[in-house]
């Protein structure tokens, strides 16, 4: 069965810093990957996805992920993050045999101001 | 437009008995899902609909759950002998076919608690 870990549950950043948030599928076939972004007191919206193409995939709000499928992996990015990117992470991954998307445990994103 | 729409936003009940949750799908959408976020599980895939499709249920984790969609739009999830673990937020998401390509899109969820 698929699974997705996402290797840290709460990270504490400053304002300027620079994100990385790791993900990891166990599913060896083709998949679909992506991120689902949660702010406080608002829906689970799309960040991203990946389907097919380039592998460094362009988000919203300066979000990028790139998908290395020798590592399995999917890890968020952004250069400099900012007081309102405090919000939950979620990492998806769909095996492409079906429509279920499968979700990690989230990561919980604190930037200080 | 107007989002998926679920309710009610809260319910508290007493272990034991029924409860009903509801969902309200983005007009035209033909996919419809139910997931369960529990406090550190993430989201949890419980039942996902397609159009006139038998559903596909094999997220739901005992024979306590059950859900409907009645004519293609709104859904029901039931959870019958509530208990304690069943406390979770529940969301719901549409999407416009529900194919692999398709971009999910979340209501608000119904936060349950038993007590």
């Known amino acids: 069965a698929q699974s997705v870990s996402q290797h840290n549950h709460h990270v504490i950043l400053s304002e300027a810093a620079s994100l990385e948030l790791g993900c990891n599928y166990s599913?060896?076939?083709?998949?679909?990957l992506f991120w689902y972004v949660q702010y406080p007191g608002q829906h689970l919206q799309l960040l991203l996805k990946?389907?097919?193409?380039?592998?460094l995939v362009k988000g919203i709000k300066g979000f990028e992920a790139e998908f290395i499928k020798s590592k399995f992996s999917f890890n968020l990015r952004k250069p400099s993050v900012q007081w309102s990117d405090t919000a939950e992470y979620f990492c998806?991954?769909?095996?492409?045999?079906?429509?279920?998307?499968?979700f990690g445990k989230g990561t919980r994103l604190h930037i200080l101001p | 437009g107007a989002g998926v729409s679920q309710s009610p936003s809260n319910k508290v009940t007493e272990k034991g008995k029924d409860v009903e949750l509801r969902c309200d799908p983005i007009?035209?959408?033909?996919?419809l899902y139910w997931y369960r976020q529990s406090l550190g599980q993430g989201l949890e895939f419980l039942i996902y609909?397609?159009?006139?499709?038998?559903?596909?249920k094999s997220g739901l984790p005992s024979d306590r759950f059950s859900a409907e969609r009645t004519g293609g739009s709104v859904s029901t999830l039931t959870i019958q002998r509530t208990q304690q673990e069943d406390s979770a937020v529940y969301l719901c998401?549409?999407?416009?076919?529900?194919?692999?390509?398709?971009?999910?899109?979340f209501g608000p969820g119904t936060r349950l608690l038993v007590l």
């Open positions: 609909f397609q159009g006139n499709s038998a559903p596909d």
């Open positions: 998401a549409s999407s416009r076919t529900g194919g692999q390509y398709e971009t999910q899109y």
């Open positions: 007009s035209g959408h033909t996919a």
């Open positions: 599913y060896g076939g083709t998949v679909n």
């Open positions: 998806a991954v769909n095996d492409r045999r079906d429509d279920k998307i499968i």
């Open positions: 990946y389907f097919s193409g380039d592998p």
